[in-house]
């Protein structure tokens, strides 16, 4: 029996053609339930760190062709590498990472891929939810989260409450997220609330925004050798640090994330001063 095309969203992009080829909570020291395996582990002074890192996981089909897989194969390998990458950063000390995991543009892919990515993701958050909990991450969803098939939903939703306590680490996914469409839903959300525009400043703006409570990225990280935003965090990046590489998503470990860290500290930031 044929199955029935994907429901996208009405203003998703066009089928693309086939490719040829709140603040960050206070530092808590780990406890005896979360293992000696999770304890801060020094590397930099706290005010060396970024506060907020986010990532632009690119590279993940690459990855996959270079090894001669399907596609959905890389998004798979790239699912591992978060688990890695995750644990790794509640150690050093982060307080707060976002992952742009599926952008409002991916709609442009593939049936197959689309609903593939879905299912990685509602796989990752059933097997990691308590795994999250336990290393004191909170997870926050970020974009329109109406717009995804009911399982993905439902899926998200149980992870936000599961882990909601979450003090470590804010851990926010980027999911059906684009940088225009959250600014898109803040001026909405505003215009909803009556703000009269004499009222409207930064201030009211960035608490409109799905990011509202939370800090800035201070790092921005690319993998796979682009050197762009791709729409993401738009509005939050205004003062970050950008830090590319030419490693594919899956190839991108540990020992890559403190390189990024190092990166960042030896930077001087001036705001403008």
């Not at 959905?72 to 992952?99: F, W």
């Not at 717009?147 to 149980?158: K, W």
């Amino acid at each position: 029996m044929a199955r029935a095309p994907l429901a996208r969203p009405t203003d998703a992009p066009p089928i693309a053609h086939e490719a040829t080829d709140e603040p960050a909570p206070p530092a808590t020291p780990a406890t005896p339930d979360r293992g000696t395996d999770l304890a801060p582990e020094p590397f930099l002074a706290q005010e060396d760190l970024p506060r907020h890192v986010a990532i632009i996981m690119d590279g993940n089909r690459r990855w996959a062709r270079q090894h001669e897989l399907p596609e959905i194969e890389g998004h798979a390998a790239g699912v591992e590498a978060i688990r890695e990458i995750l644990r790794h950063a509640v150690r050093r000390g982060v307080r707060v990472m976002t992952l742009y995991a599926f952008s409002r543009e991916n709609w442009a892919r593939s049936d197959d891929e689309v609903t593939g990515l879905f299912g990685l993701l509602e796989a990752a958050v059933r097997s990691e939810t308590d795994e999250l909990r336990r290393q004191g991450v909170r997870v926050r969803l970020l974009g329109r989260l109406d717009e995804l098939p009911d399982a993905t939903r439902r899926s998200i939703g149980e992870a936000l409450d599961a882990t909601a306590d979450g003090d470590r680490m804010t851990l926010n996914i980027a999911f059906n997220y684009a940088g225009r469409t959250e600014l898109v839903d803040a001026v909405r959300r505003l215009v909803a609330a009556g703000t009269p525009p004499e009222a409207i400043d930064e201030a009211t703006v960035g608490a409109a925004l799905y990011t509202a409570g939370l800090p800035d990225p201070d790092l921005v990280i690319r993998t796979g050798g682009e050197q762009r935003l791709s729409n993401f965090l738009i509005w939050q990046s205004a003062y970050a640090e950008f830090y590319f590489c030419e490693a594919l998503w899956p190839d991108f470990g540990p020992a890559a994330f403190d390189e990024a860290l190092l990166e960042f500290a030896r930077r001087q930031r001036r705001f403008g001063r």
